[in-house]
């Protein structure tokens, strides 16, 4: 398996512009998540999504941030207008999720490094 | 709501030098805690589980251990392939299932 796959590894863009990130879970993973991670807050999750639908958004700082996952292996992150401020990495992660008394263990991709000038 | 403590922020260790790493957290109920390891721009990448109070997992130089209000990560004998920032994570009962709360880290350097 090729792992949790993110697009673009690398975006530098301007204030006020529309970034949107990408991300391919494992497949047959069933939950997933988006995170971001700076020095200051360490990793801070946004939203999860639990088979394709989202169950926890009470991390998206604002309205500027939205996330959709239209299908099961394809999910976006979007930051519109995007400020100085969003400037940080960006993960996504994928899980299986069972109805179980453990936990689950989350697999991360390799990031999107975020730089907004 | 869950908290996550690490401690130390950073540590820099000889070769061979063992030590432990570790990680207090609140929870209300404690479904899981999870040790990551992540290397300088990577994700992070999935230790140990530990579920209950008393339980030890181990991996090569690496050993979790498990008690109501804080876990251990020892390293022994860690040589400079162990140098990377290692985050401990709670999931709790509570709320959403699946969401889990990441302590900020700590980041260890082993010098040869």
């Known amino acids: 398996d090729a792992g949790v796959i993110q697009s673009p590894r690398h975006e530098v863009t301007e204030m006020g512009q529309e970034v949107t990130l990408r991300c391919k879970p494992i497949?047959?993973?069933?939950?997933l998540f988006w995170y971001r991670q700076t020095m200051m807050r360490g990793l801070e999750l946004l939203i999860y999504?639990?088979?394709?639908?989202?169950?926890?958004d009470s991390g998206m700082p604002e309205d500027r941030f939205s996330a959709k996952m239209p299908n099961a292996s394809f999910s976006t992150l979007k930051i519109q207008p995007s400020e100085p401020r969003d400037s940080a990495v960006y993960f996504c992660?994928?899980?299986?999720?069972?109805?179980?008394?453990?936990?689950?263990?989350?697999?991360f991709g390799p990031g999107t490094r975020l730089t907004v000038l | 709501e869950d908290q996550v403590t690490q401690s130390p922020e950073a540590l820099r260790l000889q070769e061979g030098e063992s030590s432990s790493l570790n990680c207090s957290y609140t929870?209300?109920?404690?479904?899981?805690l999870f040790w990551y390891r992540q290397d300088p721009g990577k994700g992070p990448e999935f230790l140990f589980t530990?579920?209950?109070a008393g339980e030890e997992k181990e991996k090569e130089r690496l050993k979790a251990t498990l008690t109501k209000k804080e876990s251990f990560l020892h390293i022994t004998a860690p040589k400079p392939e162990d140098s990377a920032t290692y985050l401990c994570?709670?999931?709790?009962?509570?709320?959403?299932?699946?969401?889990?709360?990441f302590g900020i880290g700590t980041k260890l350097q082993v010098i040869p």
């Open positions: 992660a994928s899980s299986l999720a069972t109805i179980s008394t453990g936990g689950n263990e989350q697999f």
């Open positions: 497949s047959g993973h069933n939950s």
């Open positions: 999504f639990n088979n394709n639908v989202p169950i926890d």
């Open positions: 929870v209300s109920g404690l479904r899981g």
């Open positions: 530990l579920y209950s």
């Open positions: 994570a709670v999931q709790d009962y509570s709320g959403g299932y699946q969401k889990v709360t």
